[in-house]
């Protein structure tokens, strides 16, 4: 396209391309639509990747999770404005409370009309609402402005602590109109996006201090580290020091569970009877009980704590040595500072590790324990995936539910870092097929995802999107025909029980799109279900009949659950 004066044109849409291109952004998933069609078209006959969802909110929670996978690039949502773009938002915030680098974009509609609440199409203040959400919230409302807004997005999305970020795009900046020549001299790649930020020399010192005085410390690895990709300074750190370790749901694999120094398998025991814990990307909210109560036991504890986010520290408790800064340049100053200095006392460590083996033989004999006539169990079917997941460790497990969370958190151990992409900091339910998508895509390596027959609902659309892109996904449903459980009694006058779902052919909803289904009834059959489904390399969906007395109302967290004191339960 050129002008009268023979100058030779670019849009919006191709200013928009070039400089998220040059932002080695390859990928975006989304929902086409008004006005942002042309974009998504254009980007794929540019032979970028679009992947076109069934709903807004699981191609945000792909953006979500692509954005932790790949630690120092946002992933990329692209929405319809107004109910699309609200689709996307919760993804946006789910992104933002989890730390995972993320950019929501949205089409909107026109700004005067909007402004003026003059009943546009899909009217909405888009920007304003999305504030609260993210970490910050922009409008490009210039062409030649695209280049800076995607910087300011990318550079907010990745630095610091990662978070979400929302670029709102109105609809009438895709037909604005720049030389050639100019655009070149506006697109730019912003430099350093993601420093280094180095702890002070104080604060180190301190650490070591209290972690040399330690009598019985404990690691709490956290996604933090895990997204920070500081594989290599945590087992330096670890190993060198000998202090056993703890991950949270995310962060396992970071060290491998099968590791001599893993305590996860005596987690009560570590947290209530340590006197240093040393929190390294993780926090200290619900997940950690705040720090405080039962859990941690009488005595005060002393934390050491690195954060990239100064404001973290002494959010719940007093913490006694906070590390501010990204966590590989922290640990590799704090191996540095520990070199020389004792292991971990044996007495602490030898007691964990006696907890840890008699643990692991209980878990042992539930998992091989016989299936009874109502079906199969929690440890009798998850067995089967731990072992699979030891001779495969290179698989992407999502995982979503109560029980199908907590259980396989537990059983299944995870030997590398990143692999295991779970409900997270919210326990949001919905993530699993929009996650599913984006660990395909981003690592090609096979994903695997356990799902409650619960969780499964809020995302089983995109069974078709899965089978259109034909991914390497195997999922499972754990079919207990119920939210915790599938057997509570009926209320009676024809009503059904709030907790229950229909114990349904999921197997054949697979099949609809032409993926490959199984039904289940043995730790047998998943076994060679599960083998074949995943050599296949194509979608497939494993329906596991549990017993549907199996489960147990808000698996293990069942304290935050508030019941009746009067009345029926
Ligand atoms: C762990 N454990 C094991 C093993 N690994 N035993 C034997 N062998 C192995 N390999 C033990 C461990 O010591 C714990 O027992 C128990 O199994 C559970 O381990 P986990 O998962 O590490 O610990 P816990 O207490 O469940 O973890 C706390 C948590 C976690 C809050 C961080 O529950 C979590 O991430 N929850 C998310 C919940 C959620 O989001 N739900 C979705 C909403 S559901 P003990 O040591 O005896 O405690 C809506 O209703
Ligand atoms: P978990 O749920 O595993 O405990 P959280 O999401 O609660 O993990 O905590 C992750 C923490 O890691 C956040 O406080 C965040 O600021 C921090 N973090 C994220 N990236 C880095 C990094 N590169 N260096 C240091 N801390 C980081
Ligand atoms: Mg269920």
New binding site residues.
């Given amino acids: 396209m050129s002008n009268e004066d023979n100058v030779e044109l670019t849009d919006g849409f191709h200013v928009l391309m070039d400089t998220l291109k040059m932002n080695d952004i390859d990928t975006m998933y989304g929902v086409v639509g008004i006005p942002i069609t042309n974009l998504a078209r254009l980007w794929e006959q540019d032979g970028q990747k679009f992947y076109s969802f069934r709903h807004e909110q699981h191609a945000g929670y792909a953006a979500s999770i692509a954005g932790y996978i790949q ?1 120092d690039k946002p992933g990329v949502c692209l929405t319809v404005s107004a109910p699309g773009f609200l689709n996307g938002l919760t993804a946006l915030a789910h992104a933002t ?3 995972f680098p993320m950019i929501l974009m949205s089409g909107s509609s026109e700004r005067e009309i909007v402004d003026l609440m003059q009943g546009d199409y899909e009217e909405m203040d888009q920007m304003n609402i999305a504030r609260p959400h993210c970490k910050a919230s922009f409008r490009i409302n210039s062409i030649k402005d695209i280049p800076i807004g995607i910087a300011r997005a990318i550079r907010t999305a990745v630095s ?3 978070g979400g970020v929302y670029v709102d795009l109105p609809a009438r900046l895709f037909g604005q109109t720049l030389s050639v020549e100019e655009a070149k001299q506006l697109i730019f790649k912003p430099v350093d996006v ?1 420093p280094a ?1 180095i702890p002070a020399a104080d604060a180190i010192a301190r650490a070591a201090e209290v972690i040399k005085n330690a009598k019985r410390p404990v690691v ?9 990709k ?1 594989d290599a300074e945590v087992k330096a750190f670890i190993e060198q020091t000998g202090i056993p370790f703890l ?5 396992k694999g970071l060290m491998p569970d099968t590791h001599p120094q893993s305590a996860a398998a005596t987690r009560a025991f570590a947290l209530a009877q340590c006197d240093v814990c040393i ?5 200290l ?1 619900w ?2 009980q705040h720090g405080k109560g039962k859990t941690w036991g009488n005595e005060l504890k002393k934390f050491v704590q ?4 100064a404001n ?1 520290i002494d959010s719940n408790q007093p913490i006694a040595a906070p590390v501010v ?6 640990l590799s100053l704090l191996t540095e500072a520990l070199k020389g200095a004792p292991k971990a006392p044996a007495e602490w460590t030898g007691a964990l590790k006696e907890k840890v083996d008699t643990n692991k033989g209980k878990l042992a004999t539930k998992m091989a324990a016989p299936v009874a006539p109502t079906g199969m169990n929690y440890s009798n079917s998850l067995g089967v995936l731990k072992e699979f997941m030891l001779k495969n460790p290179s698989i992407n497990l999502v995982n979503e539910g109560a029980n199908a969370l907590d259980n396989t958190r537990m059983i299944v151990d995870m030997l590398e870092p990143r692999r295991r992409l779970d409900s ?2 919210w326990g949001v339910m919905g993530i699993g097929m929009g996650y599913c998508v984006a660990a395909a895509t981003v690592t090609g390596d096979p994903v695997i995802a356990v799902e409650g027959d619960s969780a499964f609902g809020f995302s089983g659309m995109e069974l078709e999107t899965i089978c259109r892109y034909n991914l390497p996904v195997t999922v499972i449903i754990m079919n207990n025909g119920g939210i915790y459980k599938g057997n509570e009694e009926d209320p009676g006058n024809g009503l059904v029980s709030c907790t229950r779902l229909i114990r349904g052919r999921y197997d054949q909803m697979m099949e609809a799109f032409g993926g490959k289904g199984y039904l289940v009834n043995t730790p047998e059959e998943l076994k060679a279900a599960l083998e074949e489904a995943v050599a296949s390399k194509k979608p497939c969906l494993i329906n596991a009949m549990i017993d549907p007395d199996a489960g147990v109302e808000s698996g293990r967290i069942k304290s935050l659950n508030i019941v009746s004191k009067v009345g029926k339960k």
């Fill in positions: 630690g409370t989890n730390c610091g602590r990662p993601t930020q709490m690895l956290g996604k933090g580290a895990a997204m920070a500081a991950p949270m749901g995310m962060a929190l390294v990307g993780a926090r909210n997940l950690m690195i954060d990239i986010q973290e800064g990204d966590v590989k340049s922290c997270g900091t």
